[in-house]
C-alpha cells in the first residue's frame, strides 16, 4: 500500500515541509501569506511579449464537454469562463481546448472552428473580461491576457460519439494503439504528409478566428497525448515530420511560422508535456471488480517512444529534447511564453493531475500524489534554470489544497516559475486567487479534494464540472448519474470505509 500524507490534517507549512522532506523533494513553502497589499511576489507585474500582465496566477485550460453540437459555448462554457474572469488571475492561458476541425474534436461537444465561431467566441471572451471589470474594477482587465488553446485531438479525437474514437495518429504506438484499439493494419488513420500540411492551415485559420475576436495569444497546444503531442515522438515515422529532434517538432515550428505571417500581433504560447511516461494501468494483481488496484506501468518495449523520457528506461525523465526544443522555442520561433505540464490525463493521470481519488478509468495512486506534484514543479525548476528568458507557466499545485497559496508564493519568489497555474482548484473554488491576494482567509469548504468527478463526469458522457462543491452541478441531473456511477465502482467495502474516514477529517469530503 502506498503512504499518502493527508495534506487536510497538517496544521502548518511547516508541518507540509517536513512532509515534503521525507519525500525527498525541496520546495520553497511561505509560512505566511502575503496580500497584493503587503507587496506579494504572486501580485508582482510581468512583461510577456510587451504585454504587462498584472500578477503571476494563471488559471489552466479547462474543457466542460459542454459545447452545442455546432462547437459554440453553451451557458455552462459561458459560466465557466465569467468564473475564469472573476477568479483574480491575470493570465488566462486558453481557456479550454479548441478544437480547429470538427473531426479533431476530443468530443462531440468540444468547441471548434466553425462558421459561427467568431461571433460566438468574441462574446464568449467579452463575457470573461466583463466578469473581470466587475469584480475589480471598471479598467481592471487593461493588465489581463487572454489566450485561446488551439488544438487537434489525434489518437484521442472523438468528434462524432462520446463512446467512439475515430482516431488520427502521427505513427503507430508499441503500447498505445492496443491500449486504445487502434488497429495496427489499418493505414487510413496514419496522417500523411499532405494532410499534415492542410493541418498546418487549419491552425492558422482558427488563430486568424482569435486574433480577430481579441485574443491575445494562442497556446499551439503540445500536450497530454493529442496530436502536437504526439508529434515530438514520432522517432518512427518516415518522412520529414518524424525521425530526428528536427523532423518531429517540425509540425510545432510550421504550425508557429504559419501563424506568425498570418497573425503578425498575436503572441504565440506553447503548452507542452514536458516529460512523458508509458501507460499504466490498474496493477491486475491486485484490482477487484468495482475497485482498480494500484497503477502499474504496462509492458513496454525499449527503446520507448516518449518525449522527456529515457528511451532506454522511459520511467526516466531525460530533459535532453525538452531544454533544446524550449531553447528553439525561444530563440528561433519567438514563442512568448510556455505552460509546463506532463504526461496524459488519458494512460497515466497521475503524472499530469495528481489526485487522491482517481477517476472511474484511472487507477489507485501509485505513489503519494504529493510526488506527482512536487515532481512537476521540479521539472519547471530546472527547465527555468537551463531556458531562462522564456516565462513558464508551472503546474500541479491544485492538490495542494489549503496549503495551495503558500506553495504558490514560495514557488513565485524563488523564481522556480513564473507563474502558478490552477486547474481542477478553478472549477471548485474560482475565486482563491482573488482571495489570496486580497489577504481574505481562504473558504475552506470550496477547496477542491481531487474527488475527480469533472473527469469521471466526461468520461461517462456527462458535462464536466465539480459536482461535489459546486452548488450549480449539484443541482443538476447529471449529478444523479453520476452518483450511480460511482456507487458501482465504490463497491467493495475497503473503499467504504476509506471514504467514510476521510468524512470525518475533511470538510469538503463531507460534501460527498
Ligand atoms: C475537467 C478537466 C478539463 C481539462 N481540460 C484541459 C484542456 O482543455 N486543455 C489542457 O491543456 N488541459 C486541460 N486539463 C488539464 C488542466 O489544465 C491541468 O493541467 C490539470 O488539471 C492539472 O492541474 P491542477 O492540479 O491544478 O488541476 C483539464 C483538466 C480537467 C480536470
Ligand atoms: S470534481 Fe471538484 S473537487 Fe473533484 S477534482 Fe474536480 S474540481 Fe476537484
Known sequence: MVEIARLNRLESAGQLREVVQALGYSLPIDDQVLSAAEDSPLSQAIEIGGFHVGNRWCIHPMEGWDGTDDGLPSEYTVR??????????KLIWGGEAFAVRRDGRANPNQLYLGPQSLEAMTALLASLRQSHREKFGPR??????????????GRFCRPNRKDRTEPRIVYYHPVLDAKFGIDPHNESVVLQDGEIDRLVEDFVAAAKMADRAGFQFVDVKSCHGYLGHEFLSAFDRPGEYGGDLAGRTRFLRH???????????????VRLSAFDYPPFRPDPRSSRPGRPGPGVPHEFPVPYPGFGCRRDAPL???????????????????????????????YNPHIQRPALYPPSDGYQPPEDPLVGCLRQIDVVRQLKEAVPDLPMVGTAY??????????????????????????RQVLAYWDLPADTLAGRPLQYKRLCRTFSDCTTGPRNGLVSGCYPLDPYYKGLHEAAA????????????????ETRATSSSSEGAREL
Open 398 to 423: 491544485t492538490y495542494f489544497q489549503e496549503f495551495l497559496p503558500h506553495v504558490a508564493q514560495g514557488v513565485v519568489r524563488e523564481g522556480w516559475a513564473d507563474f502558478v497555474g490552477v486547474g
Open 255 to 269: 504550425v508557429i511560422q504559419a501563424i506568425r505571417d498570418a497573425c503578425p500581433r498575436i503572441m504565440i504560447g
Open 316 to 346: 526516466e525523465i531525460d530533459f535532453t529534447e525538452p531544454i533544446a526544443l524550449l531553447r528553439t522555442l525561444r530563440d528561433e520561433c519567438g514563442v512568448a511564453f510556455v505552460n509546463i505540464t506532463a504526461g496524459s490525463p488519458y
Open 482 to 497: 453520476l452518483k450511480q456511477i460511482k456507487a458501482k465502482s465504490r463497491e467493495s467495502e475497503g473503499e467504504k470505509n
Open 80 to 89: 465557466r469562463w465569467q468564473h475564469f474572469g472573476a477568479s483574480g488571475a
Open 140 to 153: 481592471a482587465d487593461a493588465d489581463l491576457l487572454v489566450g485561446l488553446q488551439l488544438t487537434h485531438s
